[in-house]
């Protein structure tokens, strides 16, 4: 396999939740792979930045604002990002939210704050990109942020949980439907990554505890995910369709 493979030059890549944790690293890395990165999200600023930091570099890059639990804002995200870098044949779905808290005392917006997040964002976005690829008669490639928590559970979880494990299932039942018109779609399981979601838990005991628990007996190092995002984006990943990758030192398979 050439090296070649693996490249992104001529690819347009909106990644979602771009403003912060692993989707700012995921743009940045997907951009340095020659990709025009789209960074969608709500925090303006903090898109923008990124934009000015990915362009200082030699990236081509663009900020739209997009709520990923609204239809209307996923659109006109859609028809601003195109007007810039035109039609996007590349989308990773990243933005997500968890709400720890005991199943017995979830209430109903909270249940719907993380399944309208992670599970129906995820729906919006790929459908909106699916539609819009199909009518301009590109191929592309999608790929969803799950979590090993779509995979195995743990106490607290119940909502992140279901949303992560809705993922997992919409992601192959999606790939059959697309694989006619050339679009790829596959999840990826990341293990535990210290981002804005999870580092107060992990600057705790409890934290530290549950590292040493870990097959690995550390957390991944957010790049650690980038490699198998570009495998799955690029020509490197061309027969992968309806895969879930684990990227989680082996959380997974321990059950952890
Ligand atoms: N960190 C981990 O250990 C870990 C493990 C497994 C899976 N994951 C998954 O990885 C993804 C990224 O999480 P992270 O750890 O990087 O956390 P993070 O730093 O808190 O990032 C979450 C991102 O989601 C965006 N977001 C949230 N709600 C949104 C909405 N309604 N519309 C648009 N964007 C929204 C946020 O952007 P704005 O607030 O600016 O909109 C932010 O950029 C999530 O799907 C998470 O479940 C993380």
């Known amino acids: 396999m050439s090296n070649t493979q693996f490249t992104l030059t001529n690819r347009t890549a909106l990644i979602t939740g771009a403003s912060s944790g692993i989707g700012a690293t995921l743009a940045k890395g997907l951009s340095t792979a020659g990709a025009t990165v789209v960074l969608a999200a709500r925090r303006a600023e903090r898109i ?15 900020a739209v604002n997009m709520d990923v639990t609204q ?45 309208n ?9 790929a459908q909106e990109a699916a539609q819009r690829m199909i009518q301009a008669g590109k191929s592309g490639s999608i790929v969803n942020i799950a979590s090993v928590l779509g995979l195995t559970a743990k106490p607290g979880q119940t909502s992140y949980c279901a949303s992560k494990g809705a993922v997992i299932q919409l992601t192959r039942a999606m790939a059959l439907d697309l694989i006619k018109y050339n679009i790829r779609v596959n999840a990826i399981a990341p293990g535990w990554f210290k981002t804005e979601m ?12 549950h590292i040493e628990q870990m097959p ?34 082996a959380i997974s398979v321990a059950g952890i």
């Open 48 to 62: 923008e930045q990124l934009v000015d930091e990915i362009e200082s570099e030699g990236g081509k890059a663009v």
């Open 71 to 115: 239809r209307e804002s996923v659109k006109s995200a859609f028809d601003l990002a195109e007007r810039f870098v035109g039609k996007i044949d590349t989308v990773v779905n990243n933005a997500g939210v968890a709400a720890p808290k005991n199943f017995a005392r979830i209430n109903d917006e909270e249940r719907d704050f993380v399944m």
């Open 117 to 125: 997040t992670n599970f129906n964002g995820v729906w919006n976005v």
């Open 198 to 209: 999870n580092e107060d838990f992990f600057n705790s005991a409890a934290g530290q505890k």
């Open 216 to 249: 690995a007996r550390r957390l991944g190092d957010i790049q650690e995910l980038v490699g198998p995002v570009i495998m799955l984006c690029s020509d490197a990943g061309s027969f992968v369709n309806g895969a879930v990758l684990p990227v989680d030192g």
